[in-house]
Each structure stands twice: as structure tokens, then as C-alpha cells.
């Protein structure tokens, strides 16, 4: 990307990621340009669904990197996440060096010197030949770069949290035995949250913040024209009104794009051609994920679709 021209360099990232299906506002595209721009991570936040994980996927596609991804829950831990040893392979090594002690020790003079060199092989044994790279190390590895995903770092202990922070902010992390390992080319490092508890200062810092929310009807209804293709402008327009409308109402969780994705593949599916109070009512359970939510909107079908039949008329 160029950093001659900023407006023009985030137009690229617009048409790149719309290449790589994926619709984005000018924030988003801007965030992207500064976080490669700045060498930063990027910590992309908001509720489940709107695209957090997607993005990441679509920046890996449009740059033709390598997508890292690194699922993050409680308890995870450096072995999990940073390397492991391979320990079946030390184990027959091992195996060998017993076989063959008396070839590796021949002429050495003395309890002193045979000491030295079985040291030696202790130290072949901690090497890189018997690391195995989890997500963090195969990231900092990859000659060309890749794209870190971090994904629902909001899951995972502050302990983990704390130790991502060399990564974070220097592209290289320390291995005991080993030394300090350092990217040769720093990865695309996108970290995704639901906000399900807050997260440290210490990492905010060292990221470059972007907020995905619920998008406006005209990016949504563009979404779905480039994601589920075939469908009606009509009833693309009243049911990208509809989830609009639904979204205003007191849920547990609102309609994310995700479900309106779903549900526009059902309803092609289902050969819809515009929506009614029974479409709606037979097919709700796709949008909404609480019995408790689908109630309440049920109460009120008729008024929403009404209003989504309006909305869309003036959209079109």
C-alpha cells in the first residue's frame, strides 16, 4: 500500500477487501491502512457476529498472507500457544544416545570431559530441531509475514493477556533455552474481542483500537448483495428494513449480520418473494437465539414488517 497518498491508499484497502468479499465502511478500511502503515495490532471490538473474525480472514485473502489463528479460552497457556517440546522426539534420541554412550564417550579422558560432552547433547536436545511452533511462534516465523489472528482475547486469563505483550509491541518473543526469537518480517496481527470483560491498559496501548458495530442499513443491504448473491433488490431492501427494525426492540442478543446473512440465504432458499407476517413467523428462529427474544417479537410482526415494507420502499 502506498503512504504517499493516505485517501488513495485506503480506497485499496476498500476495493481490496471488497475483492476478497468483504464490505467495508471507510472506518474500517481506514483502521486497516494505519495499522499496517504504523506496524500496530489491531484490536477490533464489538458484539458477536458483525465481522470481527471475517476481517482478519479478508485481510489474509486480499494481501495473499498466510492466516494464523489462535482461538482463545481459559486456561490457555504458553505450551498451547507460544511452543512445546517434542517430546517423543527427545524420548528417541535419548533411546540412541543410550545405545551408542559408549561411541560418544570414547576418548574422553576422565570424569570431567565425558561430563562435557554428554552436556553437549543435553544442549541438541533444547534446540530448535525439537520445537514444535504453536500460532505465536509460526506467526514470527513466516519469511513473507501472515496474519495473526488472535481471536476472542477477551476469553483467555490476564496472565495470558500480559504474556502476548512482547509479542505485541516488538514482533519477537524469548525462549529460555533457546533465545529471543524475532520476526523477520512482523505479522498482520488482528485481535478480536466481545467485550466479555474489560482488557488491560498495557495491551490497549500497544494496539491500534477499531470498534465493528451494528452497520447502516446501506452497507448492510451491500453486504448482502455481495455475500448472497441472486437475491431480490426488493426483498434484499425489506429484510435488511427488517433486522434494522428488530434491532430497536429490548433482546438479549439483536440480529447481528451474521443472521441477517442466514436468514437471506433461507429465504432464497425457501423461494421468498417478499416478506409477510407468516415468512417472518416461520423463519425468526434464524435471526434470534432466545426463545424469550422470538416471543417478543412475535408480539410485534405485523408492525415490523409494516414498517420494513415502508423503509424499503423509500430505500428504493
Known sequence: MS???????????????SAAGYIPSRQIATAVYLAGALEKPMLVEGPAGVGKTELAKSIAAWRGLPLIRMQ??????EAKSLYEWKYGK?????QILRDKIGDVLGGASGLEAAL??????????????FLEPRPLLRALQEESGAVLLIDEIDKSDQEFEAFLLEILSDYQVSIPEIGCVAARTPPIVVLTSNNMRDL???LKR???????????????????DVRVPGIDDRLRRELVAFVQALRTLDLKKAPSISETLDWARALLLLHVPVLNAEVVRTTLNVLLKFESDVEAAERQIGELTGKARRDAERAG
Open 116 to 129: 562435557k560432552k554428554l552436556h553437549g547433547f543435553g544442549d541438541l536436545f533444547f534446540s530448535p530441531e
Open 72 to 77: 482463545c479460552y481459559e486456561g490457555l497457556d
Open 200 to 202: 488491560g491498559d498495557a
Open 3 to 17: 503512504q504517499a497518498d493516505p485517501a488513495a491508499a485506503i480506497v485499496e484497502v476498500e476495493h481490496g477487501l
Open 90 to 94: 527427545q524420548l528417541l534420541y535419548t
Open 206 to 224: 500497544r494496539c491500534l483500537h477499531l470498534h465493528i458495530g451494528f452497520p447502516e442499513p446501506a452497507l448492510e443491504r451491500r453486504i448482502v
